[in-house]
């Protein structure tokens, strides 16, 4: 596609279920980005994948924060036993090469914990 | 936590003025890059400026880097209402991965 794709654009999910979040990058892209924004703050950095590899997990808030990425491509990061203050908008990045270039966002999935 | 902290936290202009918004860092860094966001939703790349460079103009941006403060500024010039956004500045730190700061909330009023 011409752009980071997210899906879904909104979820919402009870208490305790576990929801899985989708990010398609630009294709080519190597390094891919996710974040998790709460209202009206800055951008809490949780993961990066070079390749199909996460150098770093330790952005990851709780071992709750799971994250994959197969083929150098799609993205899923899942969430498990959801709780209320992991509402927020989760936001995906890629990214031609680690750092050094621009990141392109997608649009975000805003996940409501009910 | 956060490597990059914009200053200040929220900005109110006229449109036709400028406005500058600041960032500092803590660690050493490859580059800093300026984004810009509607609405909470995707961020939009405005300015890339490597450790080796100290001023960079896009348009009505001007970026500076000053790496002996750790900090950078983001000048935008002749405001319009449409400026109106989010502004984070980001750096790549030794370990590649790109940071983001809390943000300036910019308010242009026509």
């Known amino acids: 596609g011409a752009g980071v794709s997210q899906s879904p654009s909104n979820k919402v999910t009870e208490k305790g279920k576990d929801v899985e979040l989708r990010c398609d990058p630009i294709?080519?892209?190597?390094?891919l980005y996710w974040y998790r924004q709460r209202l009206g703050q800055g951008l809490e950095f949780l993961i990066y994948f070079q390749g199909n590899s996460a150098p770093d997990k330790s952005g990851l808030p709780s071992d709750r924060f799971s994250a994959e990425r197969t083929g150098e491509s799609v993205s899923t990061l899942t969430i498990q036993r959801t709780q209320q203050e992991d509402s927020a908008v989760y936001l995906c990045a890629s990214s031609f090469f680690y750092g050094n270039t621009e990141a392109f966002f997608g649009q975000g999935t805003r996940l409501t914990v009910v | 936590s956060q490597q990059g902290e914009e200053d200040p936290q929220a900005l109110s202009i006229q449109e036709g003025e400028n406005a500058t918004m600041n960032c500092s860092y803590k660690?050493?860094?490859?580059?800093l890059q300026w984004y810009r966001q509607n609405s909470g939703r995707g961020l939009v790349h405005l300015i890339l400026i490597r450790s080796n460079e100290r001023e960079k103009h896009s348009g009505r941006l001007r970026v500076t880097l000053d790496t002996s403060k750790k900090s950078s500024s983001l000048l935008i010039t002749a405001s319009r209402a449409a400026d109106t956004a989010s502004y984070f500045c980001?750096?790549?730190?030794?370990?590649?991965?790109?940071?983001f700061g809390g943000g300036t909330r910019l308010m242009v009023k026509p």
């Open positions: 660690t050493s860094i490859n580059n």
């Open positions: 980001a750096t790549d730190n030794a370990g590649n991965m790109l940071t």
């Open positions: 294709s080519g892209h190597t390094a």
